[in-house]
């Protein structure tokens, strides 16, 4: 398509992968970017950044969603750190891919309106121990000196988790016992027990990073959490 544009590059001095997808982009443009993508993943360091481009991307013809979502996964899979987003907001494909990936399980990325924005953001972020996932189907249920609780996860990583809808909302600086169920999926751990403390809270949840979870344990839950993000698919419809 002459109007379509899609590539990759990887900034091996910042461990950085660009990627810029534009104009009216159909299936066939964007599995050559996956391929694309592939190749140059090779050349960077696990929690490398990735920049998304989306800025002057126009549509993004239905029938190659499964594909980005096909991406994101490669993405996760390969341990990528902080991913951004350059969007334009009154664009449709900015309604389409914010709409797409509030449906399944994946990053949490960053939107931002340019490239410019998109460096300052990324040099003021602390680095994380791990990448945010949206696994909203899952449920923490906690116990703490004021009383015991549930709530769904709204994002979670090997460091910590947001939950909402809060049966009792834990005050900020509280400790506590948590406790995730995951569906059957050996060799994969089942469930996750672990000690946490809440770093803020709001009107219908909190947040809470993980304490004393010890690097192996660590991949063991990376791993889990790509397992619940690969689970969703994508209708179409």
Known sequence: ????LVKVRADRKQNRLHITIAGKVDLHS????????????AELNPG????????RCQLIYI???PTYK?????LLSHNAGQIVRIVEEHAVSYKQIHSFTDQISCYQPLY???????????EEIRPRAGIRLKLRHLKLVYDSAVGSGEADINDISTSGCAVTKATLI??????????IAFPPHPPLIGHVQMKARVVR??????????????DEFREKLYQRFLHEAGRSSFAGG
């Open 170 to 179: 834990l005050p900020e600086q509280m400790d506590f016992e948590g406790f």
């Open 70 to 74: 096909k991406i994101i996964d490669f």
């Open 48 to 55: 490398f950044e990735v920049i998304n481009d989306l800025s």
């Open 201 to 214: 809270c709001s009107d219908t949840g909190f947040a809470a990073k993980f304490l004393d979870v010890s």
């Open 1 to 4: 398509m002459a109007d379509t």
């Open 63 to 65: 029938t190659s969603l």
């Open 30 to 41: 964007l599995e050559q970017l996956y391929t694309d993508i592939r190749f140059c993943i």
């Open 112 to 122: 931002v309106h340019s490239s410019q924005e998109a460096e300052q953001r990324l």
